[in-house]
């Protein structure tokens, strides 16, 4: 699992030509979703100062809980989760 903070990854993931963006998606935590969890393909986000965007919405990377591959392989996960927790989609 890499470390560092979650925007440093997904700059990673989304501007490094060696990575393809549609391959991730990250877990954010969402309050009323099923499991008050919510996932979002990498690809339809921007990044922002101390937030993320998709489309007007904001959201602030604090939410992020977790950067995860397509193939379940998490890539990056916020301090303080198990290593229980699952976010294979």
Request: aromatic fraction near 12%.
């Amino acid at each position: 699992m890499r470390k560092g903070f979650v925007k440093e990854v997904l700059a990673k993931i989304k501007y490094d030509p060696r990575e393809n963006e549609e391959d991730y998606y990250i877990v954010i935590e969402h309050r009323g979703a099923y499991g008050d969890i919510k996932k979002i393909p990498v690809k339809l986000i921007t990044l922002g100062h101390g937030y993320f965007f998709i489309e007007d919405t904001q959201i602030p990377y604090h939410r992020i809980l977790a950067v995860v591959r397509k193939d379940g392989k998490v890539v990056w996960k916020k301090r303080g989760l198990g290593d229980d927790v699952k976010f294979r989609s």
